[in-house]
């Protein structure tokens, strides 16, 4: 999955950013993106409405873009999640903070509109951002919705506790009638206020009571990515199979599978002890023929594998046409010793490949080096004896012809045929050397020394 870029659109010019990362924040996503020249950009949505851009400035520390960033759950690309807020636009475009205000309530409550309007303190003067919130309390008060002015004031109490229209009514009886059924958690009130509800259960997500609140919350308006982002926070904490296990049904229902296991993997990231997520992310690389983040899984973990896991990391091994090209020593001696451990019946084959693969770039001293901690392993014996034996004849010359057909049993036809070679030379009339390097000659597809060798070899058994 490359990292992500979006085109912004500022009057005439047209940029690109690249993405850095995505905060997502009770109702908001926000992205953070930056230029070719290191400019910050924030791209605000809310939910997964894109709200408008805005170039970084001083950010205040309390600001909803800071907290965001600092209480939320952050991703980095590239990441399913970014992929599914940004890919539904094709660019984005800048409008002015008083268009996109004039428009926010045809498309949005009064309340949200005042909520939103809060997003962008660093980027509008409190003033401002007050003076709107303001109006948008006197167009409900207009209308006698002083449930919705209520609901306006608690927002502007936010973003200016200060603010005279808060002194103004804070006798008001209405209003103290509100406040007691707020304070006293009325379930009637607050079912009709999830705004209100979000912003005071989401800053104590982590009790077991705010969590579930929020989970109802977000499953009720159908936010999947916000509530998967939820459970990811939730067992960033505790760590509990249960919630792992509800974790990945709600992923497995949306994503696919590659993108599920960019997912766990980046849960991996932030909480390795799970259990239950090592064996899925495992699972899953041997399904995908992941081999090298398999085997890197396996050994940081020492997981032990189960029979049908073996069976597939066997087989992954087996379909792997250079072993030593795709995994360092280190790693094969690691493949072979869990499989050994294992007691898979193939283990002992899948040694035999390894050492084939060391054999391009190793001597033998390194392989038995390389061996050491496989020694104590009795279905090891019978291919690390093969390769002691090597090592022990290595320079013998009456005995090049065995070297020779050792070479072969581990795939090393040339270095075979250089001993069958040196073996002819010493024992001109020994037609065994002549019959192997006929042999060889035809297994490296060289037909013409194969052609010649099959002839001399019929010639000195016809002359016995």
């Not at 475009?93 to 009064?110: E, Y």
């Not at 609140?213 to 939820?230: M, N, P, Q, T």
């Not at 034996?389 to 250089?418: C, T, V, W």
Request: charged share 30%; glycine share 2%; net charge neutral.
């Amino acid at each position: 999955m490359p990292t992500p870029t979006i085109i912004i659109k500022e009057k005439q010019e047209t940029r690109q950013l690249e993405v850095k990362r995505m905060a997502i924040y009770k109702q908001t996503k926000i992205v953070e993106a930056e230029d070719e020249d290191h400019q910050t950009y924030f791209v605000f949505f809310y939910k997964e409405k894109y709200l408008n851009f805005v170039t970084a400035k001083k950010i205040n520390k309390q600001s909803h873009v800071a907290m965001a960033f600092k209480k939320g759950v952050v991703f980095h690309p590239p990441h399913p999640f970014i992929e599914t807020v940004l890919s539904s636009h094709p660019h984005f475009k800048k409008q002015s903070f008083n268009d996109l205000f004039r428009k926010l309530p045809k498309q949005s409550t009064l309340q949200e509109t005042a909520l939103i309007a809060s997003y962008f303190e660093s980027f509008i003067k409190k003033e401002k951002i007050a003076a709107l919130i303001k109006s948008l309390y006197y167009q409900e008060r207009r209308d006698g919705k002083l449930l919705s002015c209520f609901r306006i004031l608690h927002i502007l109490k936010d973003v200016a506790p200060d603010h005279s229209l808060l002194h103004s009514y804070s006798g008001d009886m209405n209003f103290t009638k509100y406040a007691e059924r707020y304070k006293e958690g009325d379930p009637a009130i607050l079912a009709k206020d999830p705004i209100y509800v979000e912003k005071k259960m989401y800053g104590y997500k982590d009790n077991d009571q705010a969590f579930h609140k929020l989970v109802k919350l977000y499953s009720k308006e159908d936010r999947v990515v916000d509530l998967i982002a939820l459970y990811i926070n939730r067992i960033t904490q505790t760590k509990k199979a249960d919630d792992y296990h509800t974790l990945h049904a709600l992923i497995v229902d949306e994503f696919n599978e590659e993108d599920t296991l960019v997912i766990l993997e980046d849960l991996y990231q932030r909480v390795p002890a799970v259990n239950p997520l090592k064996q899925t992310v495992l699972n899953t690389y041997l399904k995908l023929g992941k081999l090298k983040n398999a085997l890197t899984l396996i050994n940081k973990h020492k997981l032990k594998l189960k029979p049908e896991q073996s069976q597939q990391l066997t087989n992954l091994v087996k379909e792997n046409k250079s072993l030593a090209g795709e995994i360092s020593p280190d790693g094969l001696q690691k493949l072979t010793l869990t499989l050994l451990e294992a007691d898979d019946e193939e283990a002992a084959d899948i040694l035999h490949l390894a050492i084939t693969s060391l054999m391009d770039d190793h001597n033998l001293a390194a392989i038995q080096t390389w061996s050491e901690p496989l020694r104590h392993l009795p279905e090891a014996a019978p291919v690390l004896q093969k390769v002691d034996e090597m090592a022990e004849i290595s320079e013998d010359p009456n005995h090049q012809q065995r070297l020779g057909e050792l070479y072969h049993y581990f795939h090393q036809p040339k270095l075979a045929i250089e001993c069958m070679s040196w073996d002819m030379e010493l024992r001109t009339e020994d037609p065994k050397p002549v019959h192997w390097l006929a042999k060889l000659y035809h297994e490296v597809g060289m037909e013409e020394e194969h052609k010649a060798y099959q002839q001399l070899y019929i010639d000195m058994v016809k002359r016995a």
